[in-house]
C-alpha cells in the first residue's frame, strides 16, 4: 500500500503537560481507514497533527497532496452564509462581476477554471440533502446536522487528495446518515475516518485500531476486525492461562528447590557432628554445596522471572474494556404498570426555528448547536387552540409507557427529541403538554457534564446515593469498574470513557432507584468499547427506558420493544422496527 499520509517517531503534549502521543508511527495510503480506539487515545489529536492544527512535540507529518478535515468543532460566525461554510465565496463573486461585465484579470484570476462552482455546490448540497437551502442563507439557520452536511459538502467540492473526518455522524439523523454513507461509499481518494457508527465503519476498507500509544492494521471492515480480534483476544487470554500455570510451577519448582536443599543442610550438619570425615572432607563438600545450592537459587529465581515477564506481556495484550455487569433489582417494573402517561401531543406543534440566542456564539460544537436548536424548540413549542382538529390517524394524541418497556425516539435532527425527554425529565415545560410520572426517573443528558469535577467518582455516586454506605457503594463502582484507588479520582480528571462509566453509575445506583430511564443520543462520541458497556449495563437495567438515538445497531442491541417517530408537523407517531 503507497503511503499517502506518514506520521514518523510522532510525539504531542498539551501545555499542561499530559502526553497525548509517544512515538507514534503510522502511515495511511488510498481508500477508506477507519481510526478507532478508545476515548483518549489520540484519535482526534492525530487527525489535528494530520490536518496541520496542532504542532508535534517531535516527529513527522508527511502528506502527499492536499488534506481536507472535518473536525468535531465547526467554526461559525453569525454573518457567515452557506456560501463561506462551502469556501466559494470568492469565487462566486469573481464569476458574478465577470457576469456584469468586469474585464480585469484579478476577477478571471479568482475564477480560474472554476465556472461551475455554483452549479457544482448545489448538486453536492442536494446529493446531501440540503436542496432547501440557498447559498446565501445565514449559518445561524443551520442545525448542528446541516452544519455538519454543508462542511462535508464543501470537502466533496474542493476535492482534496485526502480527507479527514471526526466522528461525521454525530448529531445527524437517520435520512442525513444514509445520504453521508452514500458519499463516503462513492469517494475513490484516500479517507481517514475517527467514529463510533458501526454502518459507516462497515463500509471503510481496512480499520487502524489505536491502543497502548501503537497503531494496528486490520485489512477489512469492522465486522472482520472484530473477528480478527476476537480471535487475537482468546488467544491472549489462554496464554495467560498458561503463563499463570507457567508461574505457579516455577514458584512450586523453588519450594521443592528449597525443602531439598533444607534436607541436605540438615544432613550435611548430622554428617559433621558424627566426626565420621576429616575436617577437609567436610570443608569441601560444604563449599561444593553451597556452590551448587547457588546456582540452583539463581537458576530457579531467573526461570521464575522469565514465567513472570511472560504473564505480564499476556496480560498487556489483553484489552481493558471489561464488560460492566451489575444487579439492579430496584429498577424492577410490573409489566402493565403505568410509568409514564403525556398528554396534549397532538395539540403542539414543534418550531425548532433559530433565533438569535441560538446562534450568539462565535464557535459551536455540532452538538451545542443541536442542543441550542432544541432548546429553542422547547421555549417555542406552543399548544395548538382547544379548536385544533383531531389528529391525522396514527398519530399519538399521548404517550403511555407501561412496564419495563424499552422505546427508541427517532426522528429527524430539529423534531423535539431532546424536548420531550427534557420535559418528561421536569427541566421543561412545554404549554399545552401535561407529563404524569409514576416512577422515579433517570436523565442522561447529550452532554455528559452532570458530574461535579470537584468531587471523586465515589463522592458523585453518595450525592446521588446519600443513604448508601461507602462500602456499598465502592461494592456498586467495582462493579463498573472503578475498584480500589481508581474510586477516589476526581472526576475532573477521567478520560472520555471513565466519565462516562461514572456518569452511568452515578444515574443507576441513585436512590431511590431510577425505573424509568430517558437517554439522550446516548452513544455520541463514545468509543466502541463504551458502547458495548452501555449495551451491557442496559441488560441488566429492568425498568422502562425511553432513548432518542439515531444509532439503529445500537438501538437494536438494546431489545427495543417499541418505535415512534417524532416529526415537525406529522407528530409523534407508532413506526415499524427500522
Same mark, same amino acid.
Given at each position: ?346 395539540? =403542539?406543534?414543534?418550531?425548532? /426555528? @433559530?433565533?438569535?440566542?441560538? #446562534?450568539? !456564539? *462565535? &464557535? $459551536?460544537? +455540532?452538538? %451545542?448547536?443541536?442542543? =441550542?436548536?432544541?432548546?429553542? /424548540? @422547547?421555549?417555542?413549542?406552543? #399548544?395548538? !387552540? *382547544? &379548536? $385544533?382538529? +383531531?389528529? %391525522? ?186
Amino acid at each position: 500500500m503507497t503511503a499517502a499520509i506518514l506520521c514518523s517517531d510522532l510525539s504531542f503534549s498539551w501545555p499542561d503537560g499530559a502526553l497525548v502521543l509517544r512515538g507514534l508511527t503510522v502511515s495511511f495510503g488510498p481508500g477508506r481507514t477507519g481510526l478507532i480506539g478508545v476515548n483518549g487515545s489520540g484519535k482526534s489529536t492525530l487527525l489535528r497533527l494530520i490536518a496541520g492544527e496542532l504542532r508535534p512535540g517531535s516527529g513527522s507529518v508527511r502528506a502527499r497532496g492536499e488534506v481536507g478535515y472535518l473536525p468535531q468543532a465547526i467554526t461559525l460566525g453569525t454573518r457567515r452564509t452557506v456560501s463561506d461554510l462551502l469556501g466559494i465565496t470568492a469565487a462566486r463573486d469573481a464569476l458574478h462581476a465577470i457576469e456584469a461585465g468586469e474585464t480585469g484579470e484579478a476577477a478571471f484570476a479568482v475564477v480560474a477554471d472554476d465556472w461551475d462552482v455554483e452549479e457544482r455546490a448545489r448538486a453536492w448540497l442536494d446529493r446531501l440533502g440540503l436542496g432547501p437551502l440557498g447559498l446565501d442563507d445565514r449559518v445561524e439557520r443551520l442545525s448542528g446536522g446541516e452544519t455538519i452536511l454543508v462542511a462535508l459538502a464543501a470537502l466533496f467540492l474542493r476535492r482534496p487528495d485526502m480527507m479527514l473526518l471526526d466522528e461525521p455522524t454525530n448529531n445527524l439523523d437517520l435520512d442525513a446518515r444514509r445520504r453521508l454513507y452514500d458519499a463516503v461509499a462513492a469517494w475513490t481518494g484516500v479517507m481517514v475516518i475517527v467514529s463510533h457508527d458501526r454502518e459507516l465503519l462497515g463500509r471503510v476498507d481496512q480499520v487502524a485500531d489505536l491502543s497502548g500509544g501503537d497503531v494496528r492494521m486490520y485489512g477489512g471492515n469492522l465486522a472482520a476486525y472484530e473477528e480478527l480480534l476476537a480471535g487475537e483476544q482468546a488467544a491472549a487470554r489462554r496464554a495467560v492461562t498458561a503463563a499463570s500455570a507457567e508461574v505457579r510451577r516455577e514458584r512450586r519448582d523453588v519450594v521443592q528447590a528449597q525443602v531439598k536443599q533444607a534436607r541436605h543442610d540438615r544432613q550435611g550438619r548430622q554428617v559433621a557432628a558424627s566426626g565420621s570425615l576429616p575436617r577437609a572432607v567436610l570443608d569441601e563438600r560444604r563449599k561444593h554445596a553451597q556452590e551448587s545450592a547457588g546456582r540452583s537459587r539463581e537458576l530457579h529465581a531467573e526461570r521464575l522471572q522469565a514465567a513472570r515477564d511472560r504473564l505480564a506481556d499476556a496480560e498487556r495484550a489483553i484489552r481493558d474494556d471489561e464488560p460492566i455487569r451489575v444487579e439492579l433489582p430496584a429498577t424492577a417494573v410490573p409489566a402493565g404498570r403505568t410509568v409514564l402517561t403525556v398528554t396534549g401531543l397532538a395539540g =403542539a406543534r414543534w418550531h425548532p /426555528a @433559530a433565533t438569535e440566542s441560538a #446562534a450568539a !456564539s *462565535e &464557535s $459551536v460544537t +455540532a452538538s %451545542e448547536s443541536v442542543t =441550542a436548536s432544541e432548546l429553542v /424548540a @422547547a421555549s417555542e413549542l406552543v #399548544a395548538a !387552540s *382547544e &379548536s $385544533v382538529a +383531531a389528529p %391525522e390517524p396514527g398519530v399519538l394524541a399521548d404517550l403511555i409507557v407501561r412496564g419495563p418497556e424499552r422505546i427508541a425516539l427517532t426522528g429527524p435532527n430539529g423534531a423535539g427529541k431532546t424536548t420531550l425527554l427534557r420535559a418528561i425529565a421536569g427541566q421543561a415545560t412545554p404549554p399545552g403538554v401535561t407529563v404524569r410520572l409514576r416512577a422515579v426517573v433517570g436523565y442522561l443528558p447529550q452532554r455528559l457534564d452532570v458530574l461535579d469535577g470537584a468531587l471523586t467518582v465515589a463522592g458523585n455516586v453518595r450525592a446521588a446515593a446519600p443513604a448508601a454506605s461507602i462500602n456499598e457503594i465502592r461494592a456498586g463502582l467495582a462493579r463498573f469498574l472503578f475498584r480500589g484507588a481508581r474510586a477516589d479520582q476526581p472526576a475532573g480528571t477521567l478520560s472520555g470513557g471513565e466519565r462516562f462509566r461514572a456518569v452511568l453509575a452515578a444515574l443507576l445506583l441513585a436512590q431511590p432507584a431510577p425505573q424509568l430511564l430517558l437517554l439522550d443520543e446516548p452513544t455520541n462520541n463514545l468509543d466502541l468499547a463504551s458502547v458495548r458497556q452501555l449495551a451491557q449495563a442496559l441488560e441488566d437495567y429492568r425498568g422502562a427506558v425511553v432513548v432518542a438515538s439515531h444509532d439503529v445497531p445500537f438501538l437494536r442491541s438494546v431489545g427495543i420493544s417499541r418505535w415512534l417517530r417524532l416529526d415537525r408537523d406529522a407528530g409523534l407517531t407508532d413506526i415499524d422496527p427500522l
